[in-house]
């Protein structure tokens, strides 16, 4: 299986930080936030990655190169104006192939197992008859700043609503297919897929109850940086 990095948004919550440097390349606990990604990618048996970018999108390739470093092999799919989440994957399609692909936001630090991920996608598809899932999502309990959830699980399955709320924690596992009615190129939102695919029962999910944080101002970057610091000395 591939896998995506999402690192194509400007971060605008971010300036200035993000003025000169793309936001997957801010520094956490030493390194790059993408490089965290990279080496638990790597962990867990992925050796193909493609990584998408825009604003100072140059300057990612520059400091990750082909991904040799790491024992990997990483494609770049560049976007002239970001096409946000969905329009991103469905321009990368090429490189991703006819097979589900994991994808990872590149704005989040998470200990989330990719490769457990990867194998329960597989098997709910297996377990439960499902015929050509679409997506399977990776949830996470409700940050501070987002108390009231995006999805629900009820019995394996993606829900729209349910007794528990949680916040999708940007990582999932997707088919082609998802992303078939998109023309490359294009601007497009994954939320609208997602609510087609759980619609016609084509979305599963699992709830990860480990470190998730979303990297979305200075303040949450500076306090992962000290807690990560804290945790190295």
Known sequence: ?????????RGERMRPLTDHTPKPLLK???KPLI???I??????????????HAHLGQQIEDALGD???WGVHIQYSPEKVAL????????????????????????????????????????????????????????VNNPPQ????????HDGMLRNAGDQMLTFSGVGVYHPDLFAGITRGEPAKLAPLLRQAIAENQA????????????????RLRELDATLQVKQS
């Open 1 to 9: 299986m591939k896998a995506m990095i999402l690192a194509a948004g």
């Open 28 to 30: 956490v606990g030493g």
């Open 35 to 37: 490089v965290w990604h």
């Open 39 to 52: 080496e638990r990618l790597v962990q867990a048996g992925f050796a193909e990655l493609v990584i998408n």
């Open 67 to 69: 991904g040799k470093q």
């Open 84 to 139: 946000e989440t969905a329009g991103g994957i469905a321009n990368a399609l090429p490189l991703l192939g006819d097979e589900p692909f994991l994808v990872v936001n590149g704005d989040v630090f998470t200990d989330i197992n990719f490769q457990s991920t990867a194998l329960q996608a597989s098997n709910h598809e297996a377990c439960r008859g499902i015929k050509n899932p679409r997506a399977h999502l990776v949830l």
């Open 146 to 153: 987002h108390p009231k959830g995006d999805f629900a699980i």
């Open 204 to 219: 599963t999910a699992e709830h990860h109850q480990g470190v998730w944080h979303d990297i979305g101002t200075p303040e």
